[in-house]
């Protein structure tokens, strides 16, 4: 199966959803920047009856979280 992939500010956004043992999908993700993985986050919830929805709400996560990484103040030394 394949899943759907978004280009978010410069990062490629993969959905990863997992199918629980009660049919239920659960929403995941990859982020990569410059193909390389950057972060990888699986078994989010809520669930979703449908795989379809578990897509949207992976990549929407995911772009939370790239939007919290871009805002984040550079690191002092």
Known sequence: MEFPQVEYKGHMIVARPVCGTDGKW?????????????????????SSFYVDGACTDSIEY????????????????
């Open 62 to 77: 995911a772009k939370l979280e790239i939007d919290n990484r871009v805002l984040e103040p550079p690191h002092l030394h």
């Open 26 to 46: 659960f929403g995941g993700y990859e982020i990569l920047k410059g193909g390389q993985l950057v972060s990888r986050r699986e078994h989010i919830v809520p």
